[in-house]
């Protein structure tokens, strides 16, 4: 099975701020069809998970683009431009190349300071 | 309104069965597969469960793979998973979640994303 690592668990960050979080797996995530299956989501407190980015870097419908998303292969990241007090919550990365399983990072956490 | 709605979530004694639904409404239901994602307690998100569009074909997490089942009526809207011989383990908020689907030709096919996610039901294993 594909392991998911992001990096870091938690930071903290000034509004305005930028940001980065890192996911990495286990395995190339470029799929034979050409596409790459890794999506970004974030869960706001006492709320369920809302999709940012699909395929790498593609925002989904909303999203504002003060994110975005980048990395091949095995390597991921996405990134804040600038901090926003909205943006707090837990970040995950997901790959779903393969299925089963599709498999979760652990999790980070943006907290405001 | 694009919604989906589960139900079905409460508590139940180890070894115990329980059945969620999910209601759709503000899209094509039978156009899409469909997913279940799971939460413990303070903890991260698991996949649980995929079904494609028709329902005929089904993936499971080997954490639940032969005590749940994934299904769906695609003529009511509604996504089921019937989870038997529960453990505590299973306790989570129970989501389920749209594949966000790619249109080709006319043809929906598994994007392989969850663009839309409901409030998720709670099933607590006691």
Known sequence: DIVMTQTPLSLSVTPGQPASISCKSSQSLLHSDGKTYLSWYLQKPGQPPQLLIYEVSNRFSGVPDRFSGSGSGTDFTLKISRVEAEDVGVYYCMQSIQLPPYSFGQGTKLEIK | ?126
Do not use: H
């Open chain 2, 1 to 126: 309104e694009v919604q989906l709605v589960e139900s079905g979530g409460g508590l139940v004694k180890p070894g115990g069965s329980l059945r969620l639904s999910c209601v759709v409404s503000g899209f094509t239901f039978s156009n899409f597969s469909m997913n279940w994602v799971r939460q413990a307690p303070g903890k991260g998100l698991e996949w649980v469960s995929t079904i494609n569009a028709g329902g005929g074909s089904t993936y499971y997490a080997d954490s639940v793979k032969g005590r749940f089942t994934i299904s769906r009526d695609n003529s009511k809207n509604t996504l089921y998973l019937q989870m038997n011989s529960l453990r505590a383990e299973d306790t989570a908020v129970y989501y389920c979640a749209k594949d966000g689907g790619v249109t080709i030709f006319g043809l929906v096919l598994i994007a392989r994303y969850f663009d839309l996610w409901g409030r998720g039901t709670l099933v607590t294993v006691s």
